[in-house]
């Protein structure tokens, strides 16, 4: 039997980059769609989370996509929805992401209360997470149940950083001044209108949560949203008979109305009920992983032995690395500049767009290197990169420029040059002199207008 969550038949698949097979609706808001995928080349489901630009402009949401994606590339932990890629074109922005198909938390609770043993384990890797989180300088916000969804072992992912804050958002007096969230997880000072600390706001949300999760509604709850504010403001609520003495004393100690007063994320984690069950001092999941960025790829040099049909050839049968291309909408939809999201240690000192075959770039690549008086050195590894290498000794020794060609869309490469090696002024006199033999192959420079 074939994927459930795809149509059948080769003439019905949605592909977008070449890369993705798009599947059935998973969810939908104002301006973004959320559909289940599946990538071409590891069969391995995904979550592409659809983004039309103009409709988040025109809603005044930029900084909130741009916040989303910035927090997501900071976070890399076990119970944290991944984002995998960022692709896009001058309409749309595409996230893939993880795709966690257990649903919410919060069907789980809406079903009643959970056992204490099964509460701990989503709380402790709750805390997991919003402790790394806060250890980034990243606040969620927002957290509720609803933002808390279960993959096929049952383990908890936190997403929909929409409206987290990073460190830049704090005000001269160190504290954050954003009104949001929702209502019954809210703490006071953040209901106060008033400067508040991420960190404790969150703290708050959490002792909310784990008192739904074992009461099965929460503490807090009324129809008069006035009347649950007066509530919160006075740390308003009763503990059901069943909850144990010590369940009770953590989330005392977190549904406290003094933040200054209220208990920290390291505190929780040493506190006598969360480290019940735990697998020697962190369970074997308290510590984050971190996904190492790979490294660009050193080229070696081959010399000239290689045929130009040889090359051609070989380049036919593979495809060159895909490119996030943020760096595009930024030089081709103004008021859309997402660039400082991505890859910020790379220096992209020139960028350009063409329609052209990456077959037919590289070779005016290596064409115009050698009009140039460059060395060319091959890589070994990556058949759509190579180092063009200065013959005369400059100020700062040869200068060497890397050139790579990345996949953007479908018809659409991108062509990223980089000082390697020399003096920036020697390089910028080679951005000059290399522009002129390119004319026919580029659509758009960055920072200038795209047909």
Known sequence: MGDPDYQSGIENRHVIFGKYEMGRLLGQGTFAKVYHARDFLTMESVAVKVIKTE???????????????????????????????????????????????????FTKIAKGRLKETQARKYFQQLISAIDYCHSRGVYHRDLKPENLLLDENEDLKVTDFGLSALPEQLRHDGMLHTQCGTPAYISPEVLRKKGYDGSKADTWSCGVILYALLAGCLPFREENLMHMYKKIFKAEYEFPPWFSGDARRLISRMLVV??????????????????????????????????KTPSLIDVTENGDKTSETEKTLRRSKSSPR????????????SGFDLSNMFETNRKSE????????????????????????????????????????????????KLVV??????????????????????????????????????????????????
């Open 55 to 105: 409709q988040v402009k025109k809603q005044g949401l930029m900084e909130q996509i741009t916040r989303e994606i910035a927090v997501m590339r900071l976070v890399r932990h076990p119970n944290v929805v991944q984002l995998k890629e960022v692709m896009a074109t001058k309409t749309k922005v595409f996230l893939v992401m993880e795709y966690v198909k257990g649903g919410e938390l």
């Open 258 to 291: 003094d933040p200054s007063q209220r208990i920290t994320i390291p505190a929780i984690m040493r506190s006598p009920w969360f480290c019940r069950g735990l697998k020697g001092s962190d369970g074997g999941f308290l510590a984050p992983i971190l996904l």
């Open 322 to 333: 895909f490119y996030n291309a943020f760096e595009i909408i930024s030089s081709m939809s």
């Open 350 to 397: 020139s960028l350009f767009t063409s329609k052209s075959c990456t077959s037919m770039i590289m070779n005016k690549l290596e064409s115009i290197a050698k009009k140039l008086n460059f060395k060319i050195l091959y890589s070994n590894q990556n058949e759509y990169k190579l180092k063009m290498e200065g013959l005369s000794e400059g100020r700062k020794g």
């Open 402 to 451: 890397s050139a790579e060609v990345f996949e953007a869309a479908p018809e659409v490469a991108v062509v990223e040059f980089s000082k390697t090696a020399g003096d920036t002024l020697e390089y910028k006199k080679f951005e000059e002199d290399v522009r002129p033999g390119l004319q026919d192959i580029v659509w758009s420079w960055q920072g200038e207008n795209g047909s």
